[in-house]
């Protein structure tokens, strides 16, 4: 079955660049989640999107920003990238609907030097 | 808000043997969704299992099962017949009603031997 595909899965960056993540949901899931997961940590909400509106807005930097577009696929953009924002970065799918179950991609590992 | 509490260390497991997960959680919510996911040293976040709040019957997955005690707030995770491969690190995480935002625990490290 088709999962979620995220790309790339790694990055390195150095600090005050930019970077754009890209998530290609699971087909007919049109909700978008985006977590972050520090080294040794659990993952934290981001943001998510449904029917390319932003649905709910959790921890995000005000550096950092997303969008859905049309064929549902999701982009996280970074900007002035510090060492602390080394992470897992993971995007999730599910179908509309209270407590859907959320499948994750393999996530994309950000590397800032 | 939601929260997720995991506080067992991490835990070796004799292969073929079953293995208990906990999990308790505190939240206002009527309606919340329990999850646990898997994930290996790899990285990638594997769902394993859901609980729905109203769901009466504790849901099961092929070799996992959810023990669900409502009235004590607690969502374990049973492995039955462990496996080399189930070693990971599992999270137990609960959604919100209404945005669905998932609020993981700390996590539970499981390593089976032999």
């Known amino acids: 079955a088709a999962g979620v595909i995220q790309s790339p899965r790694h990055l390195i960056k150095e600090k005050r660049e930019t970077a754009t993540l890209k998530c290609y949901p699971i087909?007919?899931?049109?909700?978008v989640y985006w977590y972050q997961q520090g080294p040794g940590q659990d993952p934290q909400f981001l943001i998510s999107f449904y029917e390319k509106m932003q649905s709910d807005k959790g921890s995000i930097p005000d550096r950092f920003s997303a969008q859905q577009f049309s064929d549902y696929h999701s982009e996280l953009n970074m900007s002035s990238l510090e060492l602390g924002d080394s992470a897992l970065y993971f995007c999730?799918?599910?179908?509309?609907?209270?407590?859907?179950?959320?499948?994750f991609g393999d996530g994309t590992r950000l590397s800032i030097l | 808000a939601q929260k997720i509490t995991q506080t067992q260390p991490g835990m070796f497991v004799q292969e073929k043997e079953a293995v208990t997960l906990d999990c308790t959680y505190d939240t206002s919510d009527q309606s919340y969704g329990l999850f646990w996911y898997k994930q290996p040293s790899s990285g990638e976040m594997i769902f394993l299992i859901y609980?729905?709040?109203?769901?009466?019957q504790n849901a099961t997955e092929g070799r996992y099962s959810l023990n669900f005690q409502k009235a004590r707030k607690s969502a374990n995770l049973v492995i039955s017949a462990s496996q080399l491969g189930d070693s990971a690190m599992y999270f137990c995480a609960i959604s919100s009603y209404g945005n669905n935002r998932l609020a993981f625990g700390k996590g539970n490290q499981v390593v089976v031997i032999p």
């Open positions: 087909p007919r899931h049109d909700t």
């Open positions: 609980q729905g709040s109203y769901d009466e």
């Open positions: 999730a799918s599910s179908l509309k609907g209270n407590n859907q179950p959320q499948h």
